[in-house]
């Protein structure tokens, strides 16, 4: 998957790596919610994307999502949360 093709998704900024490190030395990645969040679709392609950016030694250590409702409502919030739960995601990926 290249960015140039994710552009238009990417400039929605639905979710990004902050370049940020949790405890254990694990990336940070931020998702932004707000009440005109776009398609799960979309922000699961992003997802995709941004998780594949990283080095195998890098994922070794984990993610941390940081899901952030606060300009969002409580519904939409609980189906990312959900969304995150149920696809397969790196090992050690904690979501806060």
Do not use: H
Request: charged fraction near 20%; proline fraction near 5%.
């Amino acid at each position: 998957m290249e960015a140039t093709t994710m552009l238009p998704i990417l400039k929605k900024k639905l979710a990004f790596l902050s370049g940020g490190k949790d405890r254990r030395s694990g990336l940070i990645l931020t998702i932004p919610l707000s009440s005109d969040q776009t398609s799960m679709e979309e922000l699961s392609t992003t997802l995709d994307y941004l998780l594949s950016i990283p080095s195998q030694k890098c994922k070794a250590r984990g993610f941390t999502v940081i899901v952030d409702g606060r300009k969002s409502q409580w519904n939409i919030v609980k189906t990312v949360v959900l969304m995150l739960q149920n696809r397969r995601l790196p090992p050690g990926l904690a979501v806060c």
